[in-house]
């Protein structure tokens, strides 16, 4: 089965700022992942989807890139409403779906 | 708009089978959507549970795969999860959610939940 290995698994950033979470595939994948935002105590929402697909309504300083094995989700400027836990994960056709272990996202 | 709601008891004793409903309102289930359930251990990350399709056909987490049946029934609209032989490591947040499905340039679809209910909690306990 493939496993997602998100980096880092938490960290401390201020509003304004640029931030970068890491995923990667243990193989390749091409296109096959998606991003999902999750805050306290509520279910999770999707953000990106093809690994670089806005999901309609989601603000446009979210942006997916990569593809084959690494993959990262970039927050152009970080806004209070944005510190979460986030979670990327692999669905493609009959294989093993597996989401990543999250990278929670606080405030400095 | 779209809607799934889960609903099922909240204490399960060990070893028995653990049942929860997902209600959906918005779209039918026997339409081109799949369903899925997630579950969330409690200050843990997500796992997949497994997906039933249009069709009725299903796809489940290996891990899961001996223990777990998702079904549906299309006159209610609705969907069930029932899983066996249920241990406290079966203690969770269990996430019903509809599956969207993208088309890349070349190759097979893609899946993705876009629509998720607010779950329901799961705490196994004698």
């Known amino acids: 089965d493939i496993q997602m290995t998100q980096s880092p698994s938490s960290l401390s950033a201020s509003v304004g700022d640029r931030v970068t979470i890491t995923c990667r595939a243990s193989q390749s994948i091409g296109t096959y992942l998606n991003w999902y935002q999750q805050k306290s105590g509520k279910a999770p929402n999707v953000l990106i989807y093809?690994?670089?697909s806005l999901q309609s309504g989601v603000p446009s300083r979210f942006k997916g890139s990569g593809s084959g094995t690494d993959f990262t989700l970039t927050i152009t400027s970080l806004q209070p409403e944005d510190f979460a836990t986030y979670y990327c994960q692999y669905s493609h056709s009959s294989a093993t779906w597996a989401f990543g272990q999250g990278t929670k996202v606080e405030i400095k | 708009q779209v809607q799934l709601q889960e609903s099922g008891p909240g204490l399960v004793k060990p070893s028995e089978t653990l049942s929860l409903t997902c209600a959906v309102s918005?779209?039918?289930?026997?339409?081109?959507?799949?369903c899925g359930w997630i579950r969330q251990s409690p200050g843990k990350g997500l796992e997949w549970i497994g997906n039933?399709?249009?069709?009725?056909?299903?796809h489940y987490n290996p891990s899961l795969m001996s223990r777990v049946t998702i079904s549906r029934d299309t006159s209610k609209n609705h969907l069930s999860l029932r899983l066996s032989s249920v241990t406290a490591a079966d203690t969770a947040m269990y996430y019903c959610?509809?599956?969207?499905?993208?088309?890349?340039?070349?190759?097979?679809?893609?899946?993705?939940?876009?629509?998720w209910g607010q779950g329901t909690m799961v705490t196994v306990s004698s």
């Open positions: 959610a509809r599956v969207g499905i993208w088309m890349p340039p070349s190759g097979d679809e893609g899946f993705v939940f876009d629509v």
């Open positions: 093809a690994a670089s």
């Open positions: 918005g779209y039918s289930i026997s339409s081109g959507f799949y």
């Open positions: 039933i399709d249009h069709n009725g056909n299903t």
